[in-house]
């Protein structure tokens, strides 16, 4: 199993920036892809960002150009890195880990809020 904390969210004004971070463990080894999502008030659940255990990312059109979606191995954690919030970026953000291809793992959200 997997097992997967947040932090990194909070209040923000438009414009400004926030990092996410979520530290996975358990079996780390057999994690395929970890993803970040989210879902706002009266609104889909949605993928922001995906990366791979070989590295290869994806993002939604949304956030393309402002967020980064990275890993540190060592700290077993992945980042999400993001710039130029909007108001439209409010929402809950969840950590999500994909493992033995048919598993998922979820975070228990953070709140992030674009306001000024």
């Known amino acids: 199993q997997v097992q997967l904390v947040e932090s990194g969210g909070g209040l923000v004004q438009p414009g400004g920036s926030l990092r996410l971070s979520c530290a996975a463990s358990g079996s780390i080894a057999s994690i395929n892809i970890m993803a970040w999502y989210r879902q706002a008030p009266g609104k889909q659940h949605e993928l922001v960002a995906a990366i791979t255990s070989g590295g290869s990312t994806e993002y939604a059109d949304s956030v393309k150009g402002r967020c980064t979606i990275s890993r540190d191995n060592a700290k077993n954690t992945v980042y999400l890195q993001m710039n130029n919030l909007k108001p439209e970026d409010t929402a809950v953000y969840y950590c999500?880990?994909?493992?033995?291809?048919?598993?998922?793992?979820w975070g228990q959200g953070t709140q992030v809020t674009v306001s000024s």
């Open positions: 999500n880990a994909l493992y033995e291809l048919v598993f998922n793992s």
